[in-house]
């Protein structure tokens, strides 16, 4: 966990010395996007054992400053190399406008409490340009979409102990050979959707055609300062379908058609100002009836946990896309490194109260455990609120330990994004510190 736990290289040296140490392990050509990510599950195969996992995946897009943003389409398209230069070797995300990364992540979070248990893998990429081909003339092979069903089965052996799977994604994630290919004894899958079904009537007709099941209040979270969490009213339709393959997919091993379950979650009255919530989820578990229904929504609900982790990522915690690194080699490198980090610091921010009652080893090594012991009496003031209150070797412990690394006094707001990471920082370098001095003994 300590390798991995920041983004930009001064913070990560700590000083001069250490930042120049930071730069050449990202130049170095031996150090890959890939083996970074290899990294990533080192602790969640344990953390996975017995539970049933929500394996959420998505992409997020990561704009770094170019020079070029100002300039007009038609301009981009005669750069020079000095443009090249200014573009640091990065590609064009969204409609062109601008250049980037993106990173396709898998997380692991237990379906019966929301605790994230960690990484299970993903992929971090260079766009070269747009392909002037739509993705449904490509075999999968060619297409970007891809890794939607390359990650799910690249990380089968990191959940080979867990006692059920389901791989949890959004509306860009709805493709055939997820559906027909993921699935299996004891995997599932679950995911927003628009599509054809068997029949060929569309999903959105069939689901409104559905009979109405019951109705139920839930809490939807805040996604950005305008806006604020706040309930929602919503009724419940479900029922079962069956989606067809495309006469345009080459892949034609797969089945011609996977039975699935609709479920259909509408809200008729949002408040003044607020857009209504309407979810068409498909999935492979069986729905026998409105409670299965209802649990199937909350499990979808859980995917907010991968926005919280890119949210810590970027604007709110680690501030990756105000990197200055000059080439997209290094980027994409320090990329797979952030992620690792902002797991981290959301698994802490999560478990500062202990509600999931974690053991520490889902995060820290023996020694990185023995270590935060060591500092907690250190940390711990007087009164009762200044002490650490949690058990030993748990999660909750460790967090207790950063936050205040971090700077946090015990009172006021619990302790957030920023201040892990700055606890973070500071816990590396005791640790390290301290591991040097038993060498030296």
Known sequence: MVRHKTVCLRRLGGNRGGELRAGRFFANPQVSPARIIDSWSETTASAVVGRHVLAIQDTTVLSFATGDEARTAPRRTRRTASSQTRRRGLGPINDGTAYGLLAHVMLAVDAADGACLGLLGGTVWNRPGFVASPEWARPLAERESRRWVDTAEAVRPVLAAAAMVTVVSDREGDMYPL????????????????????????????????????????????????????????????????????????????????????????????????????????????????????????????????????????????????????????????????????????????????????????LLSPAEIDTAEALTPTLEGRTARQTNPHPPATLARVSWVVARLGGWNCYGKPPGPITMQNGLQRFAAIHQGRMLSRLTE
């Open 179 to 362: 559906w027909a290919r993921v699935p299996g004894a004891t995997w599932h899958a679950l995911g927003r959707v628009d599509r054809k079904l068997a029949d060929s009537s569309m999903l959105f007709a069939t689901a409104d055609r559905l009979p109405r099941s019951e109705r139920r209040t839930l809490t939807l979270p805040a996604r950005a300062p305008a806006q604020a969490a706040r309930a929602a009213r919503v009724e419940l339709r479900f029922g079962p379908v069956a989606i067809r393959r495309s006469p345009n997919e080459k892949d034609r091993q797969l089945a011609k058609a996977v039975p699935l379950t609709v479920i259909d979650v509408r809200e008729g009255d949002p408040p003044a100002g607020a857009e209504a919530i309407h979810w068409r989820l498909l999935t492979t578990h069986a729905v026998s009836g409105a409670t299965e229904a209802w649990q199937i929504v909350a499990w979808y609900q859980r995917r907010w946990c991968i926005e919280q982790l890119f949210r810590v990522l970027k604007a709110q915690g680690l501030r990756l896309e105000d990197s200055q690194m000059a080439s997209a080699t290094g980027l994409a490198k320090l990329t797979a490194a952030a992620i690792k980090a902002a797991c981290a610091v959301l698994q802490l921010v999560q478990e500062r109260d202990g509600a999931h009652a974690q053991p520490a080893s889902h």
